[in-house]
């Protein structure tokens, strides 16, 4: 363990090498948590509201409530093993080795040929890419380690988002905690910035919340954008928060003009915003400085 750990510390190559592997393996389990999680959720929801619902002696609607989730009780990010939605066959260890699997089995289930979402060796691929650079870029260290932990995070905060508007919780107030905790020492700032950055960063979207609330009656985004951008701010600080509120909204507009002109989007039908948070997250984490310094000379 010893010579593994001298290795790494001594080779950029060996140790950039590794983390893309690990990286691999993550991404894999990113994919599980981005597939269960919402679903772990429903079911949660369903079960509290039936709990209400029988407190109020409303048996009939709280039975009915119960039975809308599939969800087992004991479906979590561990158990059952992984299998095909359609045949059930439980997927093997050799089936789950990232990207290379999905490769060999020419993107179908091993048992009935069903066809297997590119969605999964992409977000794996994905996350290794970013394991490796982020090794590469800060080398060997705790900044290395923890910048990694911040961008899986932040992949499969997007894809949940993407898929069902919804950032949850159990992955943005951790990420939040985790960040301060890594900005003791200021491993990215500060930690009197860092604590800033959480409060700022909160506040701020929660201010556009409220004001667009008042002024159409509508709600314009959800409480979990203000919850990763305050986890944002946590890790990186304050000062880089004006660079990701503005990248993020450039981008976003961007998008939703593109989507709207297209006509694949209403006017009235939501887009996710932490998409466009966890990539300004991402930029400024690894960019954020020189683009601040560049940006800032410009008006010298």
Same mark, same amino acid.
């Given at each position: 363990?010893?010579?593994?750990?001298?290795?790494?510390?001594?080779?950029?190559?060996?140790?950039?090498?590794?983390?893309?592997?690990?990286?691999?393996?993550?991404?894999?389990?990113?994919?599980?948590?981005?597939?269960?999680? !919402?679903?772990? &959720?429903?079911?949660?929801?369903?079960?509290?509201?039936?709990?209400?619902?029988?407190?109020?002696?409303?048996?009939?609607?709280?039975?009915?409530?119960? $039975?809308?989730?599939?969800? !087992?009780?004991?479906?979590?990010?561990?158990? !059952?093993?992984?299998?095909?939605?359609?045949?059930?066959?439980?997927?093997?260890?050799?089936?789950?080795?990232?990207?290379?699997?999905?490769?060999?089995?020419?993107?179908?289930?091993?048992?009935?040929?069903? !066809?297997?979402?590119?969605?999964?060796?992409?977000?794996?691929?994905?996350?290794?890419?970013?394991?490796?650079?982020?090794?590469?870029?800060? $080398?060997?260290?705790?900044?290395?380690?923890?910048?990694?932990?911040?961008?899986?995070?932040?992949?499969?905060?997007?894809?949940?988002?993407?898929?069902?508007?919804? *950032?949850?919780?159990?992955?943005?107030?951790?990420?939040?905690?985790?960040?301060?905790?890594?900005?003791?020492? $200021?491993?990215?700032?500060?930690?009197?910035?860092?604590?800033?950055?959480?409060?700022?960063?909160? *506040?701020?979207?929660?201010?556009?919340?409220?004001?667009?609330?008042?002024?159409?009656?509508?709600?314009?985004?959800?409480?979990?954008?203000?919850?990763?951008?305050?986890?944002?701010?946590?890790?990186?600080?304050?000062?880089?928060?004006?660079?990701?509120?503005?990248?993020?909204? @450039?981008?976003?507009?961007?998008?939703?003009?593109?989507?709207?002109?297209?006509?694949?989007?209403?006017?009235?039908?939501?887009?996710?915003?932490?998409?466009?948070?966890?990539?300004?997250?991402?930029?400024? &984490? *690894?960019?954020?400085?020189?683009?601040?310094?560049?940006?800032? $000379?410009? @008006?010298?």
């Amino acid at each position: 363990m010893t010579d593994l750990f001298n290795l790494l510390q001594s080779s950029p190559f060996a140790f950039t090498t590794t983390a893309t592997i690990v990286g691999l393996m993550v991404g894999s389990f990113l994919n599980v948590v981005i597939y269960r999680l !919402p679903r772990m &959720m429903q079911r949660d929801w369903n079960e509290q509201a039936a709990m209400l619902l029988e407190d109020a002696k409303l048996t009939d609607c709280a039975t009915t409530l119960r $039975g809308v989730s599939e969800t !087992p009780s004991n479906y979590n990010l561990v158990v !059952p093993r992984s299998a095909c939605p359609k045949c059930g066959q439980s997927i093997s260890a050799v089936q789950n080795i990232p990207v290379i699997s999905y490769l060999v089995l020419r993107g179908k289930c091993a048992n009935c040929d069903n !066809p297997i979402s590119a969605r999964y060796p992409i977000i794996e691929a994905i996350s290794g890419l970013f394991a490796g650079y982020i090794a590469w870029h800060f $080398g060997f260290g705790m900044a290395a380690v923890a910048a990694m932990l911040f961008a899986w995070s932040l992949i499969a905060l997007t894809v949940i988002d993407i898929d069902t508007q919804l *950032l949850p919780d159990s992955i943005t107030l951790p990420l939040l905690w985790i960040g301060l905790l890594f900005n003791i020492p $200021g491993t990215f700032a500060p930690l009197s910035s860092a604590i800033i950055g959480a409060v700022a960063g909160y *506040l701020s979207l929660w201010s556009v919340y409220w004001a667009f609330k008042l002024a159409t009656g509508k709600e314009g985004m959800g409480f979990g954008d203000f919850k990763l951008l305050a986890a944002i701010g946590a890790w990186l600080g304050w000062k880089l928060l004006p660079l990701v509120i503005l990248l993020s909204s @450039f981008v976003g507009a961007a998008v939703g003009i593109v989507l709207i002109v297209s006509q694949r989007h209403g006017r009235n039908v939501p887009i996710p915003f932490g998409p466009y948070l966890a990539a300004a997250g991402l930029i400024a &984490m *690894l960019w954020g400085g020189d683009i601040n310094s560049v940006y800032l $000379g410009l @008006f010298r």
